[in-house]
């Protein structure tokens, strides 16, 4: 299988060489493009401002001064292989679990990779602190990424899945094993904090990510606390669903297909009070 291979963490992280190592065991012909450096939390951006530039490392690596999204683009374009039969993100550094998927620099590459053959996936290692690593974990973590690849290309999953894959920062003997999951939600994150450098210019940084709102049962948090692999089927279609229902059977449809001047009308006589009095 032709593979493309991505992160955020950047084309030297150890967890990506983890999972290049693993798979070119299995006689897969694989790719590497990946940033040149650490561009995590860039989520689903595209480089419009400038263009790009590629650095071959060797034969299989080429690093990008891109994003993620960036690497897989044009990975998938057929500028430096032949269309590759999936992507594959990661192994993060740290998790990648509930509302991480609108940041995540590892999920959005995988997601680029949604229009190919074969389900995509973004791997991350839940390590409860950053940069303490133990660097055997993406050992472990690559080979169950390899096992786990052989065992869900046997489910036809629909077209444009994306596979978001949470393994707990464990011996593998302390594993529980996989469940399939929802995402969970976190709470608000905590505010950013300001600082001033040496010449008193104020610089701020991002707070932390808020935790779990709650243990919700079948959900990628409770699978991680419990010592399971979390297994997430995403795609890219964002509609929701329940507030859909409730718009198309309110009111509103009705009063705009009969008074769309409404729409262009000071906000003051645009209310769905006066527009049902004939105002």
């Not at 299988?1 to 950047?10: A, E, F, K, V």
């Not at 030297?12 to 897969?28: K, S």
């Not at 034969?59 to 500028?79: K, M, S, Y």
Request: with cysteine.
């Amino acid at each position: 299988m032709r593979i493309l291979l991505s992160n955020d963490d950047g084309i030297h992280a150890p967890g990506l060489q983890a999972l290049f190592a693993a798979l070119q065991h299995e006689g897969h012909d694989l790719k590497v493009i990946a940033p040149d450096r650490d561009r995590s939390g860039v989520s689903n951006s595209l480089t419009l401002d400038r263009p790009l530039q590629a650095v071959h490392l060797d034969e299989q690596r080429i690093a990008i001064d891109g994003t993620p999204t960036d690497c897989v683009h044009l990975g998938t374009a057929g500028l430096f292989m032949p269309e590759p039969d999936r992507v594959l993100s990661g192994i993060n550094v740290g998790a990648n679990l509930g509302d991480d998927v609108l940041y995540s620099g590892t999920v959005a590459a995988a997601m680029e990779g949604r229009f190919l053959k074969q389900v995509s996936m973004a791997i991350s290692l839940v390590v409860t602190e950053h940069g303490l690593v133990n660097v055997e974990r993406f050992a472990t973590a690559a080979t169950i990424t390899r096992n786990l690849l052989a065992l869900l290309d046997t489910v036809p999953l629909p077209p444009r899945t994306v596979l978001n894959v949470n393994i707990p920062d464990l011996p593998a003997d302390q594993i529980n094993g996989v469940a399939f999951t929802t995402l969970g939600q976190r709470l608000k994150g905590e505010n950013p904090v300001s600082t001033r450098n040496p010449r008193g210019k104020t610089l701020y940084w991002i707070g932390r990510a808020g935790g779990p709102v709650a243990r919700e049962p079948g959900s990628d948090f409770l699978a991680i606390e419990e010592h399971y692999i979390s297994v997430t089927p995403v795609h890219a279609d964002m509609s929701n669903l329940e507030a859909l229902k409730l718009l198309r059977d309110s009111s509103l449809p009705a009063m705009l297909r009969d008074r769309p001047e409404s729409l262009w009308q000071p906000a003051n006589m645009a209310t769905p009070q006066k527009l049902e009095q004939g105002l």
